[in-house]
């Protein structure tokens, strides 16, 4: 397996609160990404890194921001938690000239 | 728009037998295309990959066919097994032009039950 680990695994919190995710990696890969899960939607992306320093909005990045200030950790901050974004967010790595991204196991983020 | 579309929500399949997934796609420049398998409480996990040079990919018991002129994959498992109850996602991405078209879109997925 990838060496990707995304803390914390599981966190409740209120609306209007903010809220980081970590993911960090061993893999020494360039490009990292975020996603969120959800049912009928299937993974979108919400942000991407591809270096230190370097990153870009995906497709649902309203309401989140990002930040790598070393290869192997990137992290998704959530300013001011709404309940739309209850979901499920998966950190991934790797990704370009054909091959794969690896998932880290995913962090369950509920929003009262 | 979905740019990946994967029109079956659910599958059921006996064990022994073919489970036969698809996944449609919109984007002409898409060049490779992946199918991911994810068991609840974790994370996806890669299964097996096609370039558009190819029309077909093997591996093990499964087996990817890709059809560009209808913009159709499909993921073949056979035979299938009860472990292989899980969704599955199918993925495609631009990567010969570069940036964030290199960037994958995902479909919905499709959860595929194996019944013993």
């Known amino acids: 397996d990838a060496g990707i680990t995304q803390s914390p695994r599981h966190k409740v919190t209120e609306t209007g609160t903010p809220v980081t995710l970590r993911c960090h990696q061993t893999?020494?890969?360039?490009?990292m990404y975020w996603y969120r899960q959800d049912p009928g939607h299937g993974l979108r992306l919400i942000h991407y890194?591809?270096?230190?320093?370097?990153?870009d909005k995906g497709e649902v990045s309203d309401g989140y921001s990002v930040s790598r200030s070393k290869t192997e950790d990137f992290l998704l901050t959530l300013e001011s938690a709404t309940s739309s974004q209850t979901s499920v967010y998966f950190c991934?790595?790797?990704?370009?000239?054909?091959?794969?991204?690896?998932f880290g196991p995913g962090t369950r983020l509920t929003v009262l | 728009d979905q740019q990946v579309k994967q029109n079956s929500p659910s599958l059921s399949v006996q064990e022994g037998r073919i489970s036969i997934l698809n996944c449609d796609y919109t984007?002409?420049?898409?060049?490779?295309f992946l199918w991911y398998k994810k068991y609840p409480a974790e994370g996806p996990t890669f299964l097996i990959s096609?370039?558009?040079?190819?029309d077909k990919n093997e591996d093990g018991r499964f087996t990817v066919f890709l059809n560009k002129s209808a913009k159709h994959l499909s993921l073949h498992i056979v035979p299938s097994q009860p472990g292989d109850s899980a969704v599955y996602f199918c993925?495609?991405?631009?990567?010969?032009?570069?940036?964030?078209?290199?960037?994958?879109?995902f479909g919905k997925g499709t959860k595929l039950s194996v019944k013993p």
């Open positions: 993925a495609a991405s631009a990567q010969n032009y570069g940036g964030s078209q290199g960037n994958l879109i």
């Open positions: 984007n002409s420049m898409f060049d490779y």
């Open positions: 096609i370039s558009s040079i190819k």
């Open positions: 890194s591809y270096g230190v320093k370097d990153t």
């Open positions: 991934a790595i790797g990704g370009t000239s054909f091959n794969e991204q690896f």
């Open positions: 893999e020494n890969h360039r490009y």
